[in-house]
């Protein structure tokens, strides 16, 4: 059963159209994330989701039921803003239960309720004292105890974590989603950082000037790139990308005399390749391209290695005491899978038969 259903949906000013044609399905249980740049149209999205924005066309259904003119509570869905939304002149406890008093709960039915979300955000402490007495992971817990007491079918966050320090978003990006798992909630989660995206999503939407650039599960995005803009928007370390052009036996990368690539043309296509998937080493290793280390950026346990191939830039993975000194003429090598072939022009990924080519003339250069 599907929690949202978004059924081309476009929302436009004037002449400006924030989310062009978009249609995804959220199933009920999974935590979904809406990922993509700044001005892509993944917090309108959820603002047309939560009844905050009415699409200029298309239809959202929450629960089976079309959504059009109802509010966010008639809808049955719950929010958590980025700004955290919290009354400073009220308690923890008054913050929570704000929306239940509001509507006229029962006083006993308030309390039970406050119990239960408080016991599972750890909050129990903290009831009697004001926003100003709160970290900024406690007051973000706050705010996702007042969306989680109103038992709303389906939760809305956008970005929840981006005023928190690097160390606070890691921990509470693990609360989030064990809370999410162990509650079988619903949510639709905005934000711009792939890692949160990666990390806690069941499907992830990437998003792009408005419209879905490309959406599945994170290991989908990340080992099978639709585009370039996939290529290079999910990856904690870049890929490197290297222009490829035609060589005497096929496709070699631009500035290099070969080896071969695979037997096909290769100008016009881009050749993309994971910092720990290409191996460094020696410099005529069998199997290898010969590059240049033009520069080490030393992490301890690893490192991350650029070299220069021909007129273009690779990054490696190596392991931390395997550096090479900058300079060194090195080889570098990959596995044929880790190959990742696009057009150029269009930015998308080669059909599958050149994909077979590259796997194959990769295999006589990696082995």
């Not at 949202?4 to 002449?15: A, L, N």
């Not at 996939?230 to 080896?259: C, E, Q, Y």
């Given at each position: 059963?599907?929690?949202?259903?978004?059924?081309?949906?476009?929302?436009?000013?004037?002449?400006?159209?924030?989310?062009?044609?978009?249609?995804?399905?959220?199933?009920?249980?999974?935590?979904?994330?809406?990922?993509?740049?700044?001005?892509?149209?993944?917090?309108?999205?959820?603002?047309?989701?939560?009844?905050?924005?009415?699409?200029?066309?298309?239809?959202?259904?929450?629960?089976?039921?079309?959504?059009?003119?109802?509010?966010?509570?008639?809808?049955?869905?719950?929010?958590?803003?980025?700004?955290?939304?919290?009354?400073?002149?009220?308690?923890?406890?008054?913050?929570?239960?704000?929306?239940?008093?509001?509507?006229?709960?029962?006083?006993?039915?308030?309390?039970?309720?406050?119990?239960?979300?408080a016991g599972v955000l750890g909050l129990e402490a903290l009831l009697a004292r004001k926003p100003a007495q709160l970290s900024g992971g406690q007051q973000q817990r706050v705010a996702l105890g007042r969306a989680l007491i109103a038992e709303a079918p389906v939760c809305l966050l956008d970005e929840p974590l981006s005023n928190l320090d690097a160390q606070l978003r890691q921990d509470l990006r693990r609360e989030i989603r064990a809370l999410q798992q162990r509650l079988g909630i619903t949510?639709?989660?905005?934000?711009?950082?792939?890692?949160?995206?990666?990390?806690?999503?069941?499907?992830?939407?990437?998003?792009?000037?408005?419209?879905?650039?490309?959406q599945g599960a994170p290991a989908d995005l990340y080992d099978q790139p639709a585009t370039l803009?996939?290529?290079?928007?999910?990856?904690?370390?870049?890929?490197?990308?290297?222009?490829?052009?035609?060589?005497?036996?096929?496709?070699?990368?631009?500035?290099?005399?070969?080896?071969?690539?695979?037997?096909?043309?290769?100008?016009?296509?881009?050749?993309?390749?994971?910092?720990?998937d290409v191996t460094v080493d020696s410099e005529g290793a069998a199997g290898s391209i010969h590059a240049v280390v033009t520069a080490v950026e030393y992490l301890g346990g690893e490192a991350l290695v650029t070299c220069m191939i021909g007129e273009r830039p690779i990054l490696a993975r190596v392991r931390g005491k395997d550096v090479p000194a900058v300079g060194a003429a090195v080889g570098v090598r990959w596995q044929p899978s880790a190959a990742h072939i696009f057009e150029a022009s269009s930015g998308r990924r080669v059909a599958a038969e050149i994909g077979s080519a590259v796997r194959s003339k990769l295999q006589t250069v990696s082995h």
């Open positions: 059963m599907h929690s949202v259903d978004v059924r081309s949906v476009t929302k436009s000013w004037g002449v400006t159209t924030a989310v062009a044609d978009v249609s995804f399905a959220v199933k009920q249980g999974h935590l979904t994330v809406l990922l993509g740049p700044s001005g892509c149209g993944k917090s309108t999205m959820l603002r047309m989701i939560a009844g905050l924005e009415e699409p200029t066309s298309g239809t959202i259904e929450i629960g089976g039921r079309d959504v059009a003119g109802l509010t966010g509570a008639a809808r049955g869905v719950a929010m958590v803003f980025q700004s955290y939304a919290l009354f400073p002149h009220l308690t923890v406890a008054d913050n929570i239960t704000f929306g239940l008093s509001v509507r006229g709960a029962p006083k006993a039915e308030i309390a039970a309720r406050l119990a239960r979300v949510m639709v989660y905005v934000t711009h950082d792939q890692t949160e995206a990666m990390s806690m999503a069941d499907e992830v939407i990437l998003m792009r000037a408005g419209r879905i650039e490309q803009f996939t290529a290079r928007f999910i990856g904690g370390t870049p890929m490197s990308f290297l222009d490829l052009d035609d060589g005497r036996d096929g496709a070699v990368i631009i500035g290099t005399t070969g080896p071969a690539l695979f037997a096909g043309p290769g100008k016009g296509r881009v050749l993309g390749l994971r910092p720990e």
